[in-house]
């Protein structure tokens, strides 16, 4: 084999070692915030802890997701690693305003917008979890605030009249790997390894 064909092998083998590189570093990017595991660190929601614009009562523990699947859509930076821990959540429903009139010896009624909001105030939380009824899923919001209108995929009740939702409080914690760099795909050493098989084309080309 010669020396000009062995520096064409090292030079193709090096580009497809970086290549692969860039790839799984590219590839470990999660298209949503990831979510390691679920915490609970419950509490029962009293109206010191919320304000809400309807009537509501406490979910229990019972009632909030325990698994990873139970999450859906969550608005997190999307390279980073999380534990979700959830500390309380309601039930809360009210009824849409209805104008009743009586025209020509019927009865019509009348359906004004209805909202339900709300602004929890619990220790350390920094999301807010709806629970989607379509997908049966639970979708995150950043902050502590919601708001929801009727006839919506987060609003679970389906009579013409009044709205149920779900909310829970929760934490976002970002998981931070040890020393700087651990934790995630293990492929920095890649790059490095490429560099290597590019070193004897240098000593070919001195030599050549």
Known sequence: MSLKRFG????TFAVVVLAGAAVAQVG???????????ELDWETVTSQDVVVNAPFRALS???A???LDDLGTLQ????????????????????SIVE????????????????????????GQNMVLLYNG????????????????????????????????????AKATEVTSGGGGGGGCSVGFLAPA???????????????
């Open 28 to 38: 470990h990017i999660t298209p949503v915030g990831h979510v390691d595991s679920i």
């Open 194 to 208: 490429g560099l290597l098989f590019l070193a004897p084309l240098f000593l070919l080309r001195r030599r050549g």
């Open 100 to 123: 009743v009139t009586a025209q020509e010896g019927g009865i019509e009624p009348q359906v004004g917008w209805s909202i339900i909001s709300g602004d929890f105030n619990l220790t």
């Open 134 to 169: 379509e997908t049966g899923k639970w979708d995150g919001l950043p902050g502590s605030q919601f708001e929801i209108p009727d006839n919506s995929s987060y609003d679970l009740n389906d009579e013409n009249f009044g709205m149920q939702v779900h909310v829970i409080a």
């Open 61 to 63: 523990q019972e009632e």
């Open 65 to 67: 997701p325990d698994a």
């Open 76 to 95: 997190l930076p999307e390279d980073k690693t999380y534990t979700l821990t959830l500390l309380g959540g309601i039930e809360a429903g009210n009824l």
């Open 8 to 11: 064409l092998i090292l030079a």
